[in-house]
């Protein structure tokens, strides 16, 4: 977006709090200057909430972009999504334009959007993403699990040709594919539970029920039986109630008992079934 400062502009950074962010955090870019707008023409309402006083310098505006951004190391000011795209996903303000950033840092990867979509009444991240044909889907979400929490981690990614726009040049979304049918269709359809984020949150219950910390590691139990984690009957009640609630889920009794000796890989699979309603358990 350019390098601070900006000639003619008072640019600042700010938190939700309208606080300052310090060097190289996240905010919402405010600007004022020579050239700065009296407002919008015939929307009062809307020029009060966008038109806002200056906190120091009496009779000046300052005018809320709405534009999530920070600087980088070299005085840079890099642009990370829309204020007004932020949703609530499994308890936290998600910013959606975070996870398209992350995924344009991709090699190959020309455009992406990330939408909110609810399967079973649970609200789950589906990413689009263009690219020149040699990205490989393993290689966004090993990217995507690097850089951004698990709970920001789309559960599903999928490669489309161009984004759809409105006449006014924004993201089209109700153009986008359905998220369950692109799902159901595309074979290459790397779900949640194929990769990362769905075997990291059943790690993350595991070691909240037994007190481990971090003692539980992907790695070290993604192919090792649950019945082998020296987990007791309550623990085993627990866990299921934990996968019932977090990914929305109702498990019969019968197929639990199957569960328990599944591996925390397994377990994961079965859940990204579910998830998709598939009906060969």
């Given amino acids: 977006m350019g390098r601070l400062p900006i000639p003619n502009f ?18 919402e870019i405010l600007v004022s200057g020579a050239g700065l707008a009296r407002g919008y023409l015939h929307q009062p309402e809307l020029t009060e ?18 534009d999530l951004v ?4 070299d005085g840079q000011l890099v642009y990370l999504g829309r204020i007004d795209r932020q949703v609530k996903l499994r308890g936290h303000r998600v910013e959606l334009g975070k996870i398209e950033y992350q995924l344009t840092q991709v090699g190959g990867v020309k455009d992406a959007v990330a939408t909110l979509v609810h399967i079973r009444e649970k609200p789950s991240v589906f990413a689009y993403y263009v690219s020149d044909g040699m990205t490989d889907e393993e290689s966004i979400l090993s990217h995507l699990s690097s ?34 049918q692109a ?3 595309d074979k290459k359809m790397r779900l949640e539970a194929d990769s990362k984020p769905i075997a990291n949150q059943i ?9 481990q910390g971090d003692g539980y590691t992907k790695q070290t139990i993604i192919r090792g039986a649950l019945a082998e984690l020296g987990l007791d009957s309550l623990d085993f009640m627990r866990l299921l109630v934990r996968v019932e609630t977090e990914f929305g889920l109702e498990i019969e009794s019968a197929e639990w008992e199957k569960l328990k000796s599944s591996t925390v890989e397994q377990l994961s699979k079965y859940v990204a079934d579910r998830i998709l309603g598939k009906e060969n358990l």
């Fill in 49 to 66: 909430e966008k038109f806002i006083r200056h906190p120091t310098y009496p009779g000046k505006r300052l005018y809320r972009t709405g």
């Fill in 10 to 27: 008072e640019v600042h950074i700010v938190a939700a709090s309208m606080e300052p962010c310090p060097a190289g955090s996240e905010g």
């Fill in 203 to 211: 790690v993350r219950i595991l070691n909240e029920i037994q007190d």
């Fill in 147 to 180: 850089t951004l929490p698990d709970y920001l981690v789309p559960a599903f990614v999928v490669r489309i040709d161009r984004v759809p726009l409105t006449f006014n040049g924004k993201t089209d979304f109700a153009a986008l594919p359905n998220p369950l």
């Fill in 183 to 185: 799902a159901a269709n």
């Fill in 70 to 73: 920070k600087v980088d190391i």
